[in-house]
């Protein structure tokens, strides 16, 4: 409360009197928690990336000595660690027998055997914080941060689509669209535009032989990984390109395929009209454009109760909008809302869209588009 009442004996005299103690008190318990959960995203984002986790589910409680010799780590650091796991009330610590135990419901959704690891969210943290000075940079001088300053950027997001996409593609993302799996099973001419490491991609590759897949993406890295996950499964049917979309509206091959996809993909675009254009002529006319993207408002005042809003911000600030910014685009943003994409598909020409949701997926709308 002392640093409270200094607090308010700096504001002016006017205004002391209807200044709020317990509400900025309250603010503050807020921000400490907020500190100690941006910390804790970091060292999940450490205990993934090591298997810290993954070895504790398999292990009755043990000591530091034993979980590092178990994960072939380091013991000193992984003490450390057990101390943020332990007061962030992740780990269970007996301190008569300094053992340490991951209880099995906290297992279920932190590693990786799990439906949804969680622990793969924290990440993220982790990547974004590598660019805090160029970003620091961007909002004085305006500019953006290149893809090429994000060392694990796609492998994190290869990761998020591997729990939320590919386990979702057969079952529920392409039965949106009625007929569609059959029509692949039958053989159609598929494009995957911003493609990434092209993880959905070569899944649908391998389940659906008869159909032939391309994937466009800007980053040469990820290009390459997709083109070396295609050789070591077989694919034989799908091709990939590292290729700038942002002219696509003019370079598009006319009525080419069948059906076209993006994931999450049309946000961090350059030009994303251009891009959504682009798709609009290189569809055939009984074809069909999928889109998964984030779900949320155009008005950041209808955003306020979303539950991954501030996190889905944040990496639209050091992320989607500055990649889009460095390349001179339009920096259009993750939260670019469900108004902005229906008015950017209407221009794109577009005559009919539907917006679908999954019940597994609380991030992402489908937007289900014919020409």
């Known amino acids: 409360m002392t640093e409270t009442r200094q607090f308010q004996s700096e504001i002016p005299a006017e205004t002391a009197a209807a200044f709020d103690s317990?509400?900025?008190?309250?603010?503050?318990?807020?921000?400490?928690?907020?500190?100690?959960?941006?910390?804790?995203?970091?060292?999940l984002s450490i205990g993934h990336r090591t298997g810290l986790f993954d070895t504790m589910a398999g292990m009755d409680a043990a000591t530091s000595e034993a979980i590092a010799a178990k994960a072939g780590l380091d013991e000193r650091y992984v003490r450390e660690w057990l101390g943020a796991m332990t007061v962030g009330g992740i780990v269970e610590h007996d301190p008569e027998g300094a053992t340490y135990r991951l209880p099995a419901e906290h297992a279920a959704i932190m590693t990786r055997s799990s439906d949804e690891n969680f622990a793969i969210y924290g990440q993220f943290i982790g990547v974004l914080g590598s660019v805090e000075d160029d970003i620091v940079d961007c909002f004085r001088n305006g500019g953006g941060v290149p893809y090429e300053r994000y060392r694990r950027f796609h492998e994190v997001m290869a990761e998020d689509s591997g729990q939320t996409v590919l386990p979702a593609l057969e079952g529920h993302i392409l039965p949106l669209v009625p007929g569609l799996s059959d029509r692949l099973a039958q053989g159609i001419r598929v494009l995957d535009a911003g493609c990434g490491r092209?993880?959905?991609?070569?899944?649908?590759?391998?389940?659906?032989?008869?159909?032939?897949?391309?994937?466009?993406?800007?980053?040469?890295?990820?290009?390459?990984?997709?083109?070396?996950?295609?050789?070591?499964?077989?694919?034989?049917?799908?091709?990939?390109?590292?290729?700038?979309?942002?002219?696509?509206?003019r370079t598009a091959e006319p009525e080419a395929f069948d059906l076209v996809t993006t994931f999450d993909a049309v946000h961090d675009q350059k030009e994303p009209l251009a891009l959504l254009k682009g798709i609009h002529r290189t569809l055939k006319?009984?074809?069909?454009?999928?889109?998964?993207?984030?779900?949320?408002?155009?008005?950041?005042?209808?955003?306020?109760?979303?539950?991954?809003?501030?996190?889905?911000?944040?990496?639209?600030?050091?992320?989607?909008?500055?990649?889009?910014?460095?390349?001179?685009?339009?920096?259009?943003?993750a939260m670019w809302g469900e108004e902005k994409a229906l008015d950017y598909l209407a221009a794109a020409g577009f005559a009919e869209t539907e917006v679908r949701t999954l019940e597994h997926d609380i991030q992402n709308n489908y937007y289900i588009c014919r020409p």
């Open 22 to 43: 317990a509400r900025a008190e309250a603010f503050g318990e807020r921000l400490v928690d907020l500190f100690n959960s941006g910390a804790l995203s970091l060292m």
């Open 285 to 333: 006319p009984d074809g069909v454009y999928l889109a998964q993207d984030i779900r949320g408002h155009s008005h950041v005042h209808l955003n306020t109760d979303h539950p991954l809003g501030p996190l889905l911000y944040t990496v639209s600030c050091m992320h989607c909008m500055t990649v889009s910014l460095a390349q001179g685009g339009e920096g259009l943003g």
């Open 198 to 249: 092209g993880k959905a991609l070569n899944l649908m590759a391998r389940l659906f032989p008869n159909s032939r897949f391309v994937g466009y993406d800007l980053s040469e890295e990820a290009i390459a990984y997709a083109r070396n996950e295609a050789r070591e499964s077989g694919n034989a049917n799908v091709t990939f390109e590292a290729r700038d979309l942002s002219d696509f509206d």
